[in-house]
Nanobody, 121 residues
Framework: EVQLVESGGGLVQPGGSLRLSCAASGFIFSNYDMSWVRQAPGKELEWVSSSSSGLLTTYADSVKGRFTISRDNARNTVYLQMNSLKPEDTAMYYC???????????????RGQGTQVTVSS
C-alpha cells in the first residue's frame, strides 16, 4: 500500500521560509519521479515541482528561483525548500509519486493528506 506523509507546513510571514517533507512507503521510491502539488482554497490542484528518478528537477514558473525540490532515496523522502514565500503561495501542499505528465492526467489521485502552508502577516 502506497503511503505518503507530508509535514513541515505552518504559518509564516511574507518573505519567510519553510521546508516541507514527504515520507513515502509502499513502493520503490528511488525508481519513481516525485512531485509536489498544491491547492489553494477554491482553486484546482496546481503542479509545483518534480524530481525525476534521475534527479532532474523542474519547477512551475511561479516558484522558480524560490523553491527547491530534493530527495533522499535512502530515507524514501522528498523535500520542498520554500524561500521568499508570498501570500499567493498559501495552499495545501501534497506530494505524489510520478511526473507532472502522468500526475496531471491521473488527477494527482495518489497523494498524501497534505500539509497546510499559510503566508500572512
Amino acid at each position: 500500500e502506497v503511503q505518503l506523509v507530508e509535514s513541515g507546513g505552518g504559518l509564516v510571514q511574507p518573505g519567510g521560509s519553510l521546508r516541507l517533507s514527504c515520507a513515502a512507503s509502499g513502493f520503490i521510491f528511488s525508481n519513481y519521479d516525485m512531485s509536489w502539488v498544491r491547492q489553494a482554497p477554491g482553486k484546482e490542484l496546481e503542479w509545483v515541482s518534480s524530481s525525476s528518478s534521475g534527479l532532474l528537477t523542474t519547477y512551475a514558473d511561479s516558484v522558480k528561483g524560490r523553491f527547491t525540490i530534493s530527495r533522499d532515496n535512502a530515507r524514501n523522502t522528498v523535500y520542498l525548500q520554500m524561500n521568499s514565500l508570498k501570500p499567493e503561495d498559501t495552499a495545501m501542499y501534497y506530494c505524489a509519486p510520478g511526473s507532472r505528465y502522468w500526475g496531471e492526467r491521473l488527477g494527482w489521485s495518489q497523494r498524501g493528506q497534505g500539509t497546510q502552508v499559510t503566508v500572512s502577516s
